[in-house]
């Protein structure tokens, strides 16, 4: 079956535009993550959902950065006014529930913010 | 707190040595669980294994072998007769489930080359 799916899988922007990541889950998982990952680091949890809900938004750096999953499936990762700081791999994880399940990951999309 | 310490941060090996990678984790709640994910040049995070805080037996999958140590909160990662397309960058992670979430939380990886 397919896995997760992130498009695009590359981004450049300029400082203050907007950007809209996208990821596509496993079908039939119901959680749903978003994890940042910047150079010679691990990925760090940004916002967690369960169905349609955002259960654990946490991670969030500040209030430019949104998530939305209206119909418990794809999600969108929002960023206003991007600055420079926010270029990094953005990751996509889905997980059959959110008790400890493991957690698939996508390819990615690669953000840079000139 | 959670947290997850991975201290080798890059290993070099020749092709057909046995390579250990460390994974030393904190956390305070009694049910955990434990992962390895690897990510080869392509980027893509691949899962290896999970386990939970209940379960301390050592699992080999082929040449993968994993040694999960309660006692010194540890969940090493070893590759027996290791080969070139092992070369990744390998990350240790802790899921601790709440009510609300499942975040992981990642080690910050070690790089493993394997020289021919």
């Known amino acids: 079956g397919a896995g997760v799916s992130q498009t695009p899988s590359n981004k450049v922007t300029e400082k203050g535009k907007y950007v809209e990541l996208r990821c596509d889950p496993i079908s039939g998982h119901t959680a749903l993550y978003w994890y940042r990952q910047s150079l010679g680091q691990g990925p760090e949890f940004l916002i967690y959902?369960?169905?349609?809900?955002?259960?654990?938004d946490s991670g969030l750096p500040n209030d430019r950065f949104f998530a939305v999953r209206p119909e418990g499936s794809v999600s969108t990762l929002k960023i206003q006014r991007t600055e420079r700081g926010d270029s990094a791999v953005y990751l996509c994880a889905s997980s059959l529930t959110h008790r400890g399940d493991t957690q698939y990951f996508g390819p990615g999309t690669r953000l840079t913010v000139l | 707190a959670q947290k997850v310490t991975q201290a080798q941060t890059e290993i070099s090996v020749v092709e057909k040595e046995d390579v250990t990678l460390d994974c030393v984790y904190e956390t305070r709640d009694t049910t955990y669980y434990l992962f390895w994910y690897k990510q080869p040049p392509s980027g893509e995070l691949v899962f290896l294994i999970r386990?939970?805080?209940?379960?301390?037996q050592n699992e080999i999958s082929g040449r993968y072998s994993w040694n999960f140590q309660k006692s010194t909160s540890s969940f090493n990662f070893t590759i027996t007769a290791s080969q070139v397309v092992d070369s990744a960058v390998y990350f240790c992670?802790?899921?601790?489930?709440?009510?609300?979430?499942?975040?992981?939380?990642f080690g910050t990886g070690t790089s493993l080359t394997v020289i021919p």
């Open positions: 959902f369960q169905g349609t809900g955002a259960a654990d």
């Open positions: 992670a802790l899921g601790a489930p709440s009510n609300t979430g499942n975040q992981f939380y």
């Open positions: 386990r939970n805080s209940f379960d301390e």
